[in-house]
């Protein structure tokens, strides 16, 4: 039994002292290549390191340096976040916090990069690189929010624009509608005006062919009359 026991353990230690080197061999090959500044093959060969062995405190921050480098900006927040989450001094999490911000304010996120940072002075106040960027991230903020703020007055104008454009729109065709109106109702006046002047005309043009006709029946009565006398004989 104790030989059998024995064997196991020196197998395991056999598997354990393989996986070992084959740890160190990735991170070897991951630092040479973060020197030669092939950081997303260095970025691969730490994410190998941590398959092996994901306990290995020292990868997780080089991998998030070199996905850094790499302008893989999500992956190196998560390598740094697991960082964190190992036994690290105060130190060394200050400068990781510092790390982290750089990340968060390459990416744009101004404020969890400010966050990051002051979370590096908590725990180094002497940490002068973390209270000048978070002055930086701080400043791009406020400018972003001015910008933010600024854009919003100018869409309100332009819409205030917009409306009052389209109010003055409704008011122009109203005015144009109303004097269309007014001119219809101007010329259905005069054409009534014309047709009462027509009437007028043709009632004095009625009357006068009646005095005519009255004046023609007097003059035909005279001379009837005067056919009727007796003609005066010359004594």
């Not at 026991?5 to 393989?18: G, K, M």
């Not at 009534?192 to 005309?201: G, I, L």
Request: net charge neutral.
């Amino acid at each position: 039994m104790k030989t059998i026991a024995s064997t196991i353990i020196l197998l395991l230690l056999a598997v354990a002292t393989s996986y070992a080197q084959e740890e160190r061999a990735q991170i070897r090959k991951g630092n040479k290549a973060y020197e030669n500044a092939e950081y997303g093959k260095a970025a691969a060969q730490y994410d190998q390191a941590l398959k092996t062995n994901p306990a290995e405190v020292s990868v997780y921050k080089n991998s998030g340096a070199a996905n850094y480098r790499n302008d893989q900006f999500e992956k190196s927040v998560n390598a740094y976040n697991e960082y964190l989450r190992t036994d690290l001094t105060d130190k060394q999490k200050a400068e990781a916090y510092y790390n982290l911000g750089n990340t968060y304010m390459q990416a744009n996120k101004y404020k969890e990069s400010v966050e990051s940072y002051r979370n590096a002075l908590k725990l180094d106040p002497t940490h002068d690189r973390s209270r000048h960027n978070m002055a930086v991230a701080t400043k791009i903020m406020q400018q972003q929010q001015q910008n933010q703020q600024q854009n919003g007055d100018n869409n309100q104008q332009q819409q205030q624009n917009q409306d009052q454009n389209k109010d003055q729109q409704n008011q122009d065709k109203q005015d144009q509608n109303k004097d269309q109106k007014d001119k219809q109702d101007q010329q259905q006046q005069q054409q009534n005006n014309d047709q009462n002047m027509s009437r007028e005309e043709m009632e004095r043009y009625l009357e006068s062919l009646s005095q005519k006709e009255k004046e023609t029946q007097d003059k035909v009565q005279k001379a009837q009359q005067a056919q009727k006398r007796p003609l005066e004989k010359n004594w």
